[in-house]
């Protein structure tokens, strides 16, 4: 994912799913140890409900 829709996609987490600040930093850190995608470990730490992961996979479809 390049840096501008990465951006958008953390501005999408943060203004439609009203995922916290503090979360997805929390989640970036996780990332950092544990690379994989960030929509699995807002889901696996329990930040993201499962609706709201499907959310995040429809935005990701459509970019």
Known sequence: M???TYTRFLRFLQD???IP???LAMAQR???QDP???PMILWQYGLVT???LERIYDW???V
């Open 16 to 18: 439609e799913l009203a």
């Open 36 to 38: 994989g995608p960030l």
């Open 30 to 32: 996780y990332r950092e």
């Open 60 to 62: 990701l479809e459509t």
């Open 21 to 23: 600040t503090d979360s």
């Open 2 to 4: 390049n840096p501008t």
């Open 50 to 52: 499962l609706d709201q």
